[in-house]
């Protein structure tokens, strides 16, 4: 029942000046197309289908990825989802039960 996400993530960064211009992120499933780009200047993520294209904004030179690493991350499914209502109370038992 644990769902495991793997998501990929790297800097990118330009061949001319070295400058950081954002990161990128992609999920790690083939029914996924595209990729995430978040850029340095404002950081508002802007979905891409072709990253190649991408310029540096401060020389226009190409980019390339560094730093490349994937992220897993578990979800673990809360008590409602595994017993369909809020986890259930603990009871003593009786004590004839012990005679």
Same mark, same amino acid.
Not at 9 to 17: D, F, N, R, S, W
Not at 70 to 75: C, D, G, N, P
């Given at each position: 029942m644990n769902v495991v996400s793997e998501r990929v993530? =790297?800097?990118?960064?330009?061949?001319?000046?070295g400058r950081m211009a954002g990161s990128l992120e992609s999920q790690r499933s083939p029914a996924v197309r595209g990729v995430v780009f978040r850029p340095r200047a404002n950081g508002q993520p802007v979905r891409l289908?072709?990253? =190649?294209?991408?310029?540096?904004d401060d020389c226009g030179g190409t980019l390339y990825l560094?730093?490349?690493?994937?992220?897993?991350?578990?979800?673990?499914?809360?008590?409602?989802?595994?017993?369909?209502? =809020?986890?259930p109370r603990r009871r003593r038992p009786s004590p004839d039960r012990f005679n």
């Open positions: 993530v =790297a800097e990118v960064k330009c061949h001319l000046c289908v072709n990253w =190649a294209g991408l310029r540096c560094d730093q490349v690493e994937t992220v897993r991350e578990r979800t673990e499914p809360s008590p409602e989802q595994l017993w369909g209502g =809020a986890e």
